[in-house]
């Protein structure tokens, strides 16, 4: 099983980069790295191509041995003892920055742990999700982006897109700036209800619905016009963007205190990024509009 | 005492602004801004100038009252008990990012701490420094700085160059990357041997060599040529900077999480920054040989 699940991250990861490839015609770059401590991974980065500014495609199948204190703060920590701390780890984690100030950024990962024996009650879970960040708001791009994703939970009894629709809203929030990083999807962890089985079933349709979620989207704001004011706004949007994953996402504070591969950990940063002091949005404006909506987050379908 | 400090805090604050100012011909804004526990503070900014992309001078007054948590890992923790949770602190602070990528970054902070009826041992004490962090090394820059630091130390009993420099590198180390943020400078903390007036002499004298120690490396390279590939090196190290700042900053991150006024915390990160996957220098460039020393400090005076 776990094999049959690290090979579906390594297929979703050829299917998204190739499918990702051929529209941005630009470079593609892989790197399989090992890990000192077991496992290791494959990264791909496509640069300098027509859509994307930076875009990053990693895969990642670790094992090892967890301290008992970050046992003790993960899934399963209720309900298992100090001894199961071996651990088994294999996710897909992208993050796509497009070009275009009017094509939205996005971020999805899909991942599967394993503790001790990996077969009783807390010894694995599923984990996984994705979301949307534009820096404007069409608001047709956030229903179908959220549709997408509600279909795929409709269809499994475990696919609870209110919850996880809530959780992703809670997880990707900028606390000291009280502003959502973006316009959310879904985000869950710790899955374990029904079987294995039933898990990564749902966690293959989530994976498989990446590129219907986010290809429509790109395609029709990717050649839209902008000007530098629009770039400015992007740029100060990626700022937050980078505030967020440094401060307080617990995958990258993990990574850098553990001292994961920090090319694959940053590899989620987008290529450029901006600080205005005091910057204010002016009033009316569709930068204002956007601002809103990440002040207040909505339900979308 | 405590009202002579913050005076001096505020008289180095127009000495620097107005002189940098009279340099820069830029625009410079002023907030004035409450904290809503206590005090407050005036922050200066200027952009859109000659010399800048972005340089803030901050100073702070603060008052109110410290968790026990904080009070313990702090200056004083170990002499004091857990009713002097009283405090007072006032400081300047600065960010300087030139345009110039030749011309280096420079922070700089000097403080004053407070706690219960800041008489008795432990009750009080002073911190600061200022370091550099250049784009491109010049040797004559960096031998320059510290020298001028090293005489202020020379002078005064309690200034000890070499723990505060030692001090300084371990300080402004980026650990996830395992390089110095720059080529280091003075850093001292809980300061406060033989009586509050030495104590606060040095740290007036450290203070007013801030502009002898960094202006003539300013004015030296603010005017040299550089190409794109100078600022996409200059976009890199600022990335960096933005990593240690977010990441290991112990002033950023505490007041991140503490609510403190964001865009005054903020204000020391660079208006850009660049994120490049797996950027590699050139063999024999100008970029290895700055890295070659962020790699491995050096002594320069």
Redesign the interface.
């Known amino acids: 099983m776990k094999k049959r699940i690290a090979d579906f991250m390594h297929r979703m990861q050829d299917d998204i980069t190739n499918t990702l490839h051929a529209l941005d015609q630009g470079e593609i ?1 892989e ?1 399989i790295w090992t890990r000192k401590e077991g496992g290791g991974g494959r990264s791909r ?1 496509l ?1 300098g191509g027509r859509l994307f500014e ?1 875009a ?1 495609v990693n895969v990642s199948v670790v094992h090892g041995e967890l301290s008992p204190e970050a046992a003790k703060n993960m899934g399963g920590g209720q309900t298992l003892g100090a001894e199961d701390l071996e651990f088994y780890a294999t996710g897909l984690s992208l993050v796509l920055h497009p070009h275009n100030p009017m094509a939205p950024t996005v971020h999805a990962n899909y991942r599967y742990f394993e503790r001790g024996d990996g077969v009783k009650d807390g010894a694995w879970w599923f984990g996984g999700g994705s979301d949307l960040t534009p820096s404007y708001l069409f608001e047709d791009d956030v229903i179908h982006f959220h549709q997408v994703l509600r279909d795929v939970c409709d269809e499994h009894a475990i696919g609870d897109y209110s919850r996880f629709k809530q959780w992703c809203d809670e997880y990707f929030h900028i ?3 009280n502003e959502a990083r973006g316009v959310g999807g879904v985000f869950f962890d710790d899955l374990r209800d029904e079987n294995k089985e039933s898990c990564f079933s749902f966690v293959k349709d989530m994976a498989a619905a990446f590129l219907p979620s986010y290809l429509p989207i790109l395609q029709r704001r990717s050649n839209l016009p902008y000007d530098e004011n629009n770039k400015r706004w992007q ?1 100060i949007r990626r ?1 937050r963007y ?2 967020f994953n ?2 307080h996402d617990r995958g990258t ?1 993990f990574g ?2 553990t ?1 994961g591969r ?2 694959s950990i ?2 989620s ?10 910057h204010e949005v002016v009033k009316g404006s569709k930068e204002e509009e956007m601002l809103n909506i990440l002040r207040r987050p909505r339900e979308w379908v």
């Not at 940063?269 to 005091?278: H, I, K």
């Open positions: 770059r790197d980065v640069t930076k990053g606390h000291h700036r740029g700022g980078v505030e440094l401060v504070t850098l205190r001292g920090i090319e940053l590899m940063l987008p290529e450029t990024a901006r600080w205005e002091y005091c």
